[in-house]
T-cell receptor, first 112, second 114 residues
Framework: QKEVEQDPGPLSVPEGAIVSLNCTYS??????FMWYRQYSRKGPELLMY????GNKEDGRFTAQVDKSSKYISLFIRDSQPSDSATYLC????????????FGKGTRLSVIA | GAGVSQSPRYKVAKRGQDVALRCDPI?????LFWYQQALGQGPEFLTY????????KSGLPSDRFFAERPEGSVSTLKIQRTQQEDSAVYLC????????????FGSGTRLTVV
C-alpha cells in the first residue's frame, strides 16, 4: 500500500459544477498538506497549502484536512474549462526541506 | 530567470547510453530538488541540495543515478547505462527558503529509453 492514495480518475464534469478531489494517507506523521495542479507537459504548480487539520479557502478553491481520518480534500467551485488538468495531492512531515510525498494525481476535464 | 529551466525538454536514449539532464533554478534559490514522474504517477523524490551540498539522496533508485550542483546553482542529474524503466519525466524544483511549500517546479525533461 502506498503512503498516499489518490483516485486517478479521469473525472469529467460540466462547466460550473462543484468538483471534489480527495486523497487518503497512512503516515500519521504528515503535518503539511498541499494541492498542486499540473497541466499537460508542464511541471506541477502549487494551488493550496494547509498545516494540520482544518479548512483553507482561496477564491474558488477550498482545501480541507481531517487528520483523524487521514483524509484531505480539494473543492473547486464554479469549475471552468481552464481548470482541466491533473490535480496532485502532496504531503510532508515538517516545514523544512523534507521530500514531498505525492499521490498519483486525478485527471479532471471540465466540459464547456 | 523567471522560472526553473530544464534542458533538454525531450531526450531519447538507447538502452545502455549515459544521459545528463540539466536544471537551472531560479536565481538565488538555495534549495533544489529532483523528482521522477513515471507515466500516470505522481512525482517521486530523488535527491535534495542545499546550495552545493547534497543533503539527501535517499530516493535515487540505483547507483546508476548521480546528481551534482558544484557551484550551488545549476544542477545536473546523470543516469548511466540507461534502462527502459528509467523512462519518465524528470522534474527539478527550487526554493528560496526552507519551507516545503515554496517550491517552483520546472517543466521537466521527458526521457524515453528505447
Amino acid at each position: 500500500q502506498k503512503e498516499v492514495e489518490q483516485d486517478p480518475g479521469p473525472l469529467s464534469v460540466p462547466e460550473g459544477a462543484i468538483v471534489s478531489l480527495n486523497c487518503t494517507y497512512s503516515n500519521s506523521a504528515f503535518q503539511y498538506f498541499m494541492w498542486y495542479r499540473q497541466y499537460s507537459r508542464k511541471g506541477p504548480e502549487l494551488l493550496m497549502y494547509t498545516y494540520s487539520s482544518g479548512n483553507k479557502e482561496d477564491g474558488r478553491f477550498t482545501a480541507q484536512v481531517d487528520k483523524s481520518s487521514k483524509y484531505i480534500s480539494l473543492f473547486i467551485r464554479d469549475s471552468q474549462p481552464s481548470d482541466s488538468a491533473t490535480y496532485l495531492c502532496a504531503m510532508t512531515r515538517n516545514s523544512g526541506n523534507t521530500p514531498l510525498v505525492f499521490g498519483k494525481g486525478t485527471r479532471l476535464s471540465v466540459i464547456a | 530567470g523567471a522560472g526553473v529551466s530544464q534542458s533538454p525538454r525531450y531526450k531519447v536514449a538507447k538502452r545502455g547510453q549515459d544521459v545528463a539532464l540539466r536544471c537551472d533554478p531560479i536565481s538565488g534559490h538555495v534549495s533544489l530538488f529532483w523528482y521522477q514522474q513515471a507515466l500516470g504517477q505522481g512525482p517521486e523524490f530523488l535527491t535534495y541540495f542545499q546550495n552545493e551540498a547534497q543533503l539527501d539522496k535517499s530516493g535515487l533508485p540505483s547507483d546508476r543515478f548521480f546528481a551534482e550542483r558544484p557551484e550551488g546553482s545549476v544542477s545536473t542529474l546523470k543516469i548511466q547505462r540507461t534502462q527502459q524503466e528509467d523512462s519518465a519525466v524528470y522534474l527539478c524544483a527550487s526554493s528560496l527558503g526552507s519551507k516545503s511549500y515554496g517550491y517552483t517546479f520546472g517543466s521537466g525533461t521527458r526521457l524515453t529509453v528505447v
